[in-house]
């Protein structure tokens, strides 16, 4: 079975800093992976998508994301966090067979001014 | 614009009474995704359909609650008898259904079960 798991449930930054979220993946097939990003009472917006072509993968909003095989990970990170980027981080892992999403339990990011 | 919608955006609903939540997928797109997320929780799978037939039902879809998409349009998902634990946001999605497509999400259906 497929699954994802997020490290770190809250994550807190001051605004400009590195930011970092994690999240490491199970698959016994190469995986597809993504990173969504749901602001309050909103539904769920991509960011970016890992589908084994070039393993850093740059989303919206400057985000990017690196598959690392070796260390089964795919951490989403952002080189200066901008208040606007509080908000709840979903990683997650399409189905093999059928593209349903198997989510993280997410992670929210807090930025400080 | 043409992103998901659903229908309604809140719903408030006494324990015991029956529900119906619309969602409307972007024109194109042949597959339908119904997930359930409850507070503090990522989103889980409930259903999913390729144009109007249900190709898979999770295990957290009881027998209280049905999906249909008629003609592969819009869907619909029923619960019957609420429950408090029914009490979540109902997130729909569609995809172009061709392997690994991007899944677009509507803005969900907060349910609130008193």
């Known amino acids: 079975a497929q699954s994802v798991t997020q490290l770190g449930s809250h994550v807190s930054v001051s605004e400009g800093a590195l930011v970092l979220l994690r999240c490491n993946y199970s698959s016994s097939v190469p995986p597809y992976l993504f990173w969504y990003v749901q602001y309050p009472n909103q539904g769920l917006q991509l960011l970016l998508k890992?589908?084994?072509?070039?393993?850093l993968v740059k989303g919206i909003n400057g985000f990017e994301a690196e598959f690392k095989k070796s260390e089964t990970s795919f951490h989403l990170t952002k080189p200066s966090a901008h208040m606007s980027d509080a908000a709840e981080y979903f990683c997650a892992v399409s189905d093999h067979n059928t593209d349903k999403l198997i989510f993280g339990t997410g992670t929210r990011l807090q930025v400080f001014p | 614009d043409t992103g998901v919608s659903q229908d309604p955006r809140h719903k408030i609903t006494k324990r015991g009474q029956n529900v119906t939540f619309r969602c409307d997928p972007i024109?194109?797109?042949?597959?339908l995704y119904w997930y359930r997320q409850t507070l503090g929780q990522g989103p889980e799978f409930l259903t999913y359909f390729q144009n109007e037939a249900q190709l898979e039902k999770s295990r957290l879809l009881s027998d209280r609650f049905s999906a249909e998409r008629p003609k592969g349009s819009f869907s619909t998902l029923e619960i019957q008898r609420t429950e408090q634990g029914d009490s979540a946001m109902y997130l729909c999605?569609?995809?172009?259904?061709?392997?690994?497509?991007?899944?677009?999400f509507g803005p969900g259906t907060r349910l609130t079960v008193l």
């Open positions: 999605a569609s995809s172009l259904g061709r392997t690994r497509n991007e899944q677009f």
């Open positions: 024109s194109e797109h042949n597959r």
């Open positions: 890992y589908t084994s072509a070039a393993t």
